[in-house]
């Protein structure tokens, strides 16, 4: 039995000229949640249906819980769960047939299948909405009916592309609680996202830009292996300073953040606190800061993340 | 067993979602019930009371005599009268009359001469009508008029021998209800057959309901059986309606045969499921599945026999028509409803059905890709 659930090599896509997906090679061991981070149209969601045996690759080697894709997908699909972007259950069917139904396509029927619904139905808090129709749930809930029929069948490796798109930070949370019992439960979670705080709740992460992966390992490893010093500078007239700043070489980038402006300063230079304060002159106040996971995006793709929307 | 316990799964929620799609389900009763209702009364291929306009030149009472024989006919009436001819040749043209009668103003001279030549021959004729040809069907209703009797006591001068006598079987006073309503049943189970489960494939995939729905273990067979299922009983319910209004209102015998009927209907409606399967395989929108649906319900309405006879089309345009499974199935409800036949008798047909069924589904299965790209 291996200790890891996905593996690819060289998995590249193209759609006729433009290359969705680049020469990626991931490794997801078992039972963590990875994550893909990435602004749109990275290729988070067309890796994602690589994965689940969707899409053909246009190149390079699949072997997903041990079977190779594209040839061995049917096996697969029996030990995954795949919930999709777009809200992919029957609108005008309630939330009970909806899970009935999924049930029933997994083939599991009878007691087992209403006791494992009744299970889901507990754990998702969706007991009193079961004879709502799903068209006419709150974008939380009908997240947590897509992942209730997404874990139905209790897949061993479950696929999440962009899950919390549509959901408040209240919500988001309460899925997060969720994904992690799943974890600990032994499920291996894939989740897309071009959400920071998200990212870093994730055991391990691949930052994708334009198809090609950036940077992998856990959040802590990213931030350790960036090769720039963070610091935030306050002070007066800091639009200027910004303009003035993104001019020096040796700044990878500066961002406004409210009255404090964020510089990504390379590690070429070893002392930045001293070298800014030089720059810029007295009425300046410089503290060097804890990076975030934004600084890793950042630094891996030399665009901001804001700036990719 | 477990891909019975899918199939059931996949017919459950389609049946679900039908009931509680309103429209579509009320489209299920109404489009029979109004299509019969419109076609049944509104088709009719006995031409009658055509507009039509006289010039009398004559101006006699035998000319106002013989016009009221004409209308009595009932086959033209009309409405109005003209001074010359030009006036109303270009009263044809304007559309205004379908035909003009003309009465030259030696009339009464030409009805002796005809009177007294009746049996002989070369007798000029009292008069003769201009008819806008561009229908036939209209010109050929005028044609009709040419050897009426111009007197009552003529009858018995003109009547001529008969080379052959027509009996009319099964439909004996040539009502076109009797003829039309089996064959609408053809043209509304193609319409809907093929639509719905076209768009009930294409919807899945518009809706985004494919993309998990093809993750799971599923097979593409099971799939397609599953959507078929259920339309299979919608078009009984249409055909029941069909044929029991067509029976109420029209008096189109109902089938003696019902397990002829119902076995020939299921060969029909699984065809054009299958092949509603086919373009759902195609269609990426279901706008395109609209779109290909009428691409075969115009040639099913208009060279399946449906509203022309068959045998009067060109031999290509027949084999073409072969193809279509509508082709077929008028042929086999209009052979069961009006002339008793038993299923068996329909051999060729019921054959081409259950062929055309087969190679569909077996090519939309093959079609069907679990896959996105």
């Known amino acids: 039995m291996t200790e890891i659930a996905i593996q690819t090599r060289g998995m590249t896509k193209a759609f006729g000229q433009s290359i969705a997906v680049n020469q990626l090679d991931l490794t997801v061991p078992k039972g963590c949640i990875y994550g893909f981070l990435g602004p749109n149209g990275c290729g988070k969601s067309t890796s994602i249906r690589m994965l689940t045996g969707l899409l053909t690759p246009s190149s390079g080697r699949i072997e997903v819980l041990g079977y190779q894709l594209p040839q061995q997908a049917e096996q697969l699909r029996q030990r995954i769960g795949y919930m999709t972007q777009k809200f992919s259950l029957y609108d005008n069917l309630t939330l009970l047939e909806n899970l009935q139904f999924v049930s029933k396509i997994y083939g599991l029927g009878g007691l087992a299948a209403s006791e494992r619904i009744k299970q889901l139905l507990g754990l998702y808090q969706l007991e009193q909405r079961k004879h709502q129709m799903a068209g006419s749930l709150s974008g939380g809930q009908k997240q947590r009916l897509a992942l209730a029929a997404a874990t139905l069948h209790q897949p061993d490796l479950l696929f999440l592309d962009e899950p919390t798109s549509a959901v408040d930070p209240e919500n988001r949370r309460e899925f997060w609680e969720r994904l992690f019992d799943l974890s600990e439960a032994g499920t291996t979670i894939l989740v897309s996202t071009h959400y920071m705080d998200e990212a870093e709740r994730c055991h391990r992460l691949a930052i994708l830009e334009l198809g090609e992966k950036r940077a992998d390992g856990t959040p802590a490893e990213l931030m350790a292996a960036m090769p720039v010093q963070v610091l935030e500078v306050s002070g007066p007239g800091l639009r200027e300073i910004k303009q003035q700043m993104l001019r020096q070489p040796l700044i990878v980038s500066a961002a406004q953040l409210g009255s404090r402006l964020r510089l990504l300063v390379s590690d070429q230079q070893r002392q930045p606190e001293l070298w800014l304060s030089g720059l810029l002159g007295p009425a300046y106040q410089i503290e060097q800061v804890r990076p975030s996971l934004e600084d890793v995006f950042v630094t891996s793709t030399g665009v901001g993340y804001a700036e990719h929307h | ?373």
């Open chain 2, 1 to 373: 067993m477990q891909s019975i316990i899918r199939i059931s799964a996949i017919i459950f929620k389609e049946l679900k979602q039908l009931s509680r799609d309103r429209i579509t389900f009320a489209m299920v009763v109404m489009i029979p019930l109004v299509q019969l209702l419109l076609f049944g009364y509104a088709i009719n291929t006995d031409v009658r009371y055509l507009p039509a306009a006289y010039v009398d030149l004559s101006q006699t009472a035998s000319s106002r005599q013989l016009l009221d024989r004409i209308r009595a006919t009932q086959v033209v009436n009309f409405v109005t009268h003209y001074d010359s001819m030009t006036v109303a040749e270009q009263a044809i043209t304007e559309g205004k009359v379908s035909a003009v009668l003309y009465l030259p103003a030696d009339l009464e001279l030409r009805l002796l001469q005809l009177h007294q030549a009746a049996a002989k021959t070369q007798a000029r004729p009292a008069g003769h009508w201009v008819v806008d040809g561009s229908d036939p069907m209209i010109s050929s209703a005028v044609r009709g008029l040419r050897l009426m009797p111009l007197q009552e006591e003529s009858k018995t001068i003109t009547k001529t021998a008969v080379s052959f006598e027509v009996v009319s079987y099964f439909n004996p006073e040539q009502r076109t209800a009797v003829n039309i309503v089996p064959g609408l049943i053809a043209v509304i189970l193609t319409m809907t057959m093929i639509l719905f489960t076209s768009a009930a494939i294409v919807r899945e995939r518009e809706q985004g309901n494919m993309e998990f729905l093809i993750t799971t273990p599923i097979k593409p067979l099971e799939l397609m059986l599953g959507k078929i299922v259920p339309y299979i009983l919608v078009g009984f319910i249409q055909m029941l309606i069909i044929l029991a209004l067509g029976h109420l209102l029209f008096d189109v015998p109902f089938a003696a045969d019902l397990l002829s009927l119902f076995i020939i209907t299921f060969l029909f409606i699984c065809a054009s499921l299958a092949l509603g399967l086919l373009i759902s395989t195609k269609a990426q929108t279901q706008l395109q599945a609209m779109q290909m649906t009428v691409f075969v319900l115009l040639p099913s309405i208009l060279l399946s026999g449906f509203m022309f006879p068959f045998a009067a089309m060109p031999e290509p345009a027949q084999w073409l028509a072969e193809l279509l499974p509508a082709t077929h199935y008028v042929r086999m409800i209009r052979a069961v409803v009006l002339r008793e036949a038993h299923w068996f008798d329909l051999g060729f047909d019921s054959l081409c059905l259950l062929l055309f069924s087969l190679i569909a589904l077996s090519i939309a299965t093959a079609r069907f890709k679990k896959r996105l790209d």
